[in-house]
């Protein structure tokens, strides 16, 4: 599974993307690697933190994921309008089956400078 933010990653900050560039992914978000004294280094010390960017079809997303996805370009668009809305613009959603390289737009490897501004890891308490 696939896991998307359709936001700059940045705005998710630290505490939402931290572990998961740190520690390799989304067992990380939910686990306690980085407390772990010997795996926590193991699993930092694999590769090097990435950040995709790629067109994701709507239709791919989950059932009603892919229903809020769809309200959300809708919202998005009554905002570029001028219409104030309550409502967040962030929206993640996942994928569960394979991504065909030609939607894939970029991949930014950790330090390079598109990295660091996609991330703003430069900004966060503990770095990269």
Same mark, same amino acid.
């Given at each position: 599974?696939?896991? =998307?933010? =359709?936001?700059?990653?940045?705005?998710?900050?630290? !505490?939402?993307? #931290? &572990?998961?560039?740190?520690?390799?992914?989304?067992?990380? /978000?939910? %686990?306690?690697?980085?407390?772990?004294?010997?795996? #926590?280094?193991?699993?930092?010390?694999?590769?090097?933190?990435?950040? /995709?960017?790629?067109?994701?079809? /709507?239709?791919?997303?989950?059932? &009603?994921? !892919?229903?809020?996805?769809?309200? %959300?370009?809708?919202?998005?668009?009554?905002?570029?309008? #001028?219409?104030?809305?309550? %409502?967040?613009? &962030?929206?993640?959603? %996942?994928?569960?089956?394979?991504?065909?390289?030609?939607?894939?737009?970029?991949?930014? /490897? =950790?330090?390079?400078?598109?990295?660091?501004?996609?991330?703003?890891?430069?900004?966060?308490?503990?770095?990269?």
């Amino acid at each position: 599974m696939l896991w =998307f933010c =359709f936001f700059t990653p940045a705005r998710a900050g630290e !505490g939402g993307i #931290g &572990d998961l560039l740190r520690y390799w992914g989304g067992e990380a /978000v939910y %686990n306690s690697h980085d407390r772990h004294p010997e795996m #926590g280094k193991v699993i930092a010390g694999v590769g090097r933190p990435a950040i /995709v960017e790629a067109e994701i079809p /709507v239709a791919w997303c989950g059932r &009603d994921r !892919g229903l809020r996805l769809a309200m %959300n370009i809708g919202q998005r668009y009554v905002i570029a309008q #001028g219409t104030r809305s309550p %409502n967040s613009t &962030d929206v993640e959603d %996942n994928i569960k089956r394979p991504l065909p390289a030609e939607l894939v737009r970029a991949v930014h /490897v =950790f330090p390079a400078p598109e990295f660091l501004t996609l991330s703003g890891c430069s900004d966060w308490h503990y770095p990269l």
